[in-house]
C-alpha cells in the first residue's frame, strides 16, 4: 500500500461543479443490469470522482445512513454522510483537516484515484441522538475510469465487534504482564536484599500478587462490556495509600530500570470511592507509557489534585509526543510500536468510561507531557454508556 504512507492533506476544499458532477453521477445513473447487481450487493458501495465526492452509491450505503434516495448524498464526501465529527469541524470538510492526514478512509481513497488497489482501517467518531459513537470501519478501493476520467470504487465494512474483541484480549493480556513483570522484579531483588531489608519488598509482591488476582477479575467484566453489562465496583479507597502502592509496583517494573519514579509530595491525604482494579490499571497504563517514553536518567512524576468534585490525576513525563502521533494516540489499533502494541493509551480511553471519568494530555517543548485522569470523588455504581 505504498500510496496510503504519504502524510500530506489528502484533498482540498475545491469540489466538481454543478455541471461536471451531473454528468459524472449519469454516467452510473443508467438503469442496467449492472446497477442491478450492485444494488444487490450488501455490502456499502460507493463511487467517488477526483473531488472525494459521492456520484453513485448502493442500496447497502443508503440503508446505513438510513436515507431515503440517492441524490440526497450526490456531492457529499464519505465522512460527510457518516457524520464524521472531524469532517464537521473542517473548513473545507471531510478530507481536509489536519486529522484527515491520518484518516484510513481518505488516504485510500487517494491511492484508488492514483490507480491503486488499497485497503485501510479507520475509525469515525460522531454523534447520533446526543450520544457519541465511534465506527471501526474497513474500508477498501479499486480505482476505476470512465468516459476518460478516474474514479474509485470506495466500499465499506464494519469491524467495530471484531475490534472491540480483540482490544479487550490485548488489554488484559498487556496489563497482566505488566504486574509479572513487577513480581519478577520484586524477586530479583529479594536476590540481594539483606534479610532486615526484606520486608518491603514482600509487601509489594503482595500487593501485586493481589493486582493480578484483581486484574483477572475484571477481565470478566471488561468480556461484558460485549453486551454492555459492565459494571464498576466502587469502594472507599485512602488516595495516597493508593498512589505510594501504584508508583511502588512500577518502580520496580522492568520498563523503570535506570528513570526515576516519584510521587508528587502534594498529594491531598483523601479518602475517595474507586473500582480499585479499573482505577489501578488505568494508573498503571499511564505510568508505564511514561516509563517507555522516557530517556535513561530521566523522570517520571505522578500527581493528583481536586478540581471541584472531581480528583485530577497526572502522570508527566519530559518527552514529547510527535504531532503525527497525537493525531491518532487514543484511536483502537494506532500503534508505533507495531500490532497488538498501541493498546495502552486506547485502554485509558475504554476504561476511563467506566469510571465516569476523562482522560487528555498535553505535550510540547515546554512543559514535556502529561496525562490527565479527572476522576470523581464520588464513584457511583452505575454502568455508564462505555466508549465503543
Request: net charge negative; hydrophobic share 40%.
Amino acid at each position: 500500500m505504498p500510496a496510503a504512507e504519504s502524510h500530506t492533506a489528502p484533498a482540498t476544499s475545491e469540489r466538481a461543479t454543478a455541471s461536471e458532477l451531473q454528468r459524472q453521477i449519469a454516467c452510473f445513473a443508467s438503469d442496467s443490469l449492472n446497477r442491478q447487481l450492485l444494488d444487490a450487493i450488501p455490502t456499502p458501495l460507493m463511487i467517488l470522482n477526483r473531488s472525494l465526492q459521492i456520484v453513485y452509491a448502493n442500496r447497502g450505503v443508503l440503508e446505513m445512513i438510513e436515507a431515503s434516495g440517492e441524490q440526497q448524498i450526490h456531492g457529499l464526501r464519505p465522512g460527510e454522510i457518516l457524520d464524521c465529527l472531524v469532517a464537521g469541524k473542517a473548513e473545507g470538510g471531510c478530507g481536509t483537516s489536519e486529522a484527515c492526514r491520518t484518516c484510513g478512509a481518505a488516504l485510500a481513497t487517494i491511492s484508488g484515484l492514483a490507480g491503486h488497489k488499497d485497503q485501510h482501517e479507520c475509525r469515525i467518531a460522531r454523534t447520533r441522538e446526543d450520544q457519541y459513537e465511534a465506527l471501526d470501519l474497513r474500508v477498501q478501493t479499486t480505482p476505476l475510469r470512465c468516459a476518460g476520467e478516474p474514479f474509485t470504487v470506495f466500499t465499506i465494512s464494519d469491524i467495530s465487534h471484531e475490534k472491540r474483541r480483540q482490544v479487550l484480549e490485548h488489554i488484559f493480556f498487556h496489563d497482566i504482564l505488566n504486574v509479572a513483570g513487577s513480581i519478577r522484579g520484586f524477586a530479583e531483588i529479594l536476590l540481594h536484599q539483606p534479610p532486615a531489608e526484606r520486608e518491603e519488598i514482600y509487601a509489594l509482591i503482595l500487593a501485586a500478587a493481589d493486582q493480578t488476582i484483581e486484574e483477572i477479575q475484571t477481565q470478566r467484566l471488561l468480556i461484558a462490556a460485549e453486551n454492555q453489562e459492565l459494571q464498576s465496583r466502587p469502594e472507599p479507597l485512602h488516595l495516597i495509600d493508593f498512589l505510594q502502592t501504584t508508583v511502588g509496583i512500577y518502580r520496580r517494573h522492568e520498563v523503570a530500570k535506570g528513570r526515576s519514579l516519584v510521587l508528587d509530595s502534594t498529594v491531598p491525604e483523601i479518602l475517595f470511592n474507586s473500582d480499585r482494579a479499573l482505577l489501578g490499571r488505568v494508573m498503571g497504563n499511564m505510568i508505564k507509557n511514561a516509563l517507555e517514553a522516557c530517556a535513561p536518567g530521566e523522570t517520571v512524576t505522578v500527581g493528583c489534585s481536586i478540581i471541584g468534585e472531581r480528583l485530577r490525576f497526572s502522570v508527566h513525563n519530559p518527552g514529547v509526543i510527535p504531532r503525527q502521533i497525537q493525531l491518532q494516540i487514543f484511536q483502537r489499533s494506532f500503534s508505533t510500536k507495531g500490532a497488538g502494541r498501541g493498546l495502552g493509551t486506547y485502554s485509558l480511553r475504554l476504561l476511563s468510561s467506566y469510571l465516569q471519568s476523562e482522560v487528555d494530555f498535553t505535550s510540547n517543548a515546554r512543559q514535556g507531557t502529561i496525562f490527565h485522569l479527572l476522576h470523581p470523588l464520588t464513584l457511583h455504581n452505575t454502568p455508564p454508556a462505555p466508549v465503543v
